[in-house]
């Protein structure tokens, strides 16, 4: 975990991190914000173009975090460098977005593990240096997707669950199918298993029994095409998985949308993380 950069906020400490990635195979980057009296640990994932500066230096979470003892972990979005030919981020997922799974499919089976990142040795590395072991995870956009279909594929990692705006069925938009058929192949019965709302339909049980939080602004230029709330939202309800999805009038997809919402879900997930 070598230190980029390092800076007081609020009482406790912002950082900038780098390690070499086993899973990836290439330095990975992140933020860390540490308040002065840490008692759980969430998990942001930003959206595409995103890097772990985003959402730490957008979003304006480091206050109430500090306030409630939540710190602060946030990734990159994507592998960097890697120097697969066409490699590049684009709003339309051409290539080289994350998209928080492992791709299967080369060029991108290499490198392209986010997942594994994440769950197998991020997470763990963050949680060792930090003693803390409850988590909770949120995220926006793709990082919404990301945060949602990890939280069910990994039953028991987090006990806290929140989006902004995320890609709710990527089975059904051009982002998701783009994207999956680029690190997937055409087996849809894989895309599948990266597909939220598919993944909530499969639950035996209710998995959040405290509720998941769903911010979307009805102002999203993404919302019909891309993100379809409304399939997350009949998948939890054909489960009887308890969903706050607050839809949000005039705001659109930045971040001074999750700016104005941010305080809710720190103290969504503080309400669920915390004695």
């Known amino acids: 975990m070598k230190i980029l950069s390092e800076h007081a ?23 860390l914000f540490t308040p002065p009296e840490p008692k759980a640990l969430l998990v942001y994932l930003a959206g595409l173009t995103c890097t772990e500066e985003t959402f730490t230096m957008k979003a304006g ?16 979005t994507s592998p960097r460098g890697a120097g697969v030919p066409g490699e590049s981020e684009s709003w339309d997922f051409g290539v080289g977005a994350g998209f928080y799974l492992d ?22 590395l963050v949680q060792r ?9 949120f995220g926006h956009s793709m990082g919404g997707h990301g945060a949602l279909t990890l939280a069910l594929r990994h039953p028991g990692r987090f006990a806290s669950l929140s989006a902004f705006a995320p890609i709710c069925a990527p089975m059904q938009c051009p982002w998701g199918q783009k994207a999956f058929t680029g690190y997937l192949g055409e087996d849809r019965s894989a895309w599948a298993a990266h597909d939220a709302s598919e993944l909530m339909r499969q639950q035996a049980g209710v ?18 095409e891309q993100l379809h709330p409304e399939a997350f939202e009949a998948a939890c309800a054909a489960v009887g998985q308890p969903l706050t999805l607050r839809r949000q009038a005039d705001y659109d997809h930045g971040y001074y949308f999750i700016a104005s919402f941010v305080d809710d879900h720190l103290r969504h997930h503080a309400g669920q993380l915390l004695p």
């Open 103 to 124: 791709a299967t499919r080369e060029p991108w089976a290499k490198h392209w593990r986010m997942e594994s990142w994440l769950m197998k040795e991020l997470l763990p």
């Open 61 to 76: 979470a480091q206050a109430v975090a500090a306030e409630l003892g939540l710190a602060l972990l946030m990734p990159d």
């Open 9 to 31: 906020a609020f009482g406790g400490t912002q950082r900038f991190h780098q390690h070499d990635s086993t899973e990836i195979g290439l330095p990975m980057r992140f933020a």
């Open 129 to 137: 240096e930090t003693g803390l072991e409850r988590a909770g995870i």
């Open 207 to 224: 998995p959040y029994p405290g509720g998941i939080l769903i911010d979307q602004g009805l102002n999203d230029k993404f919302l019909a």
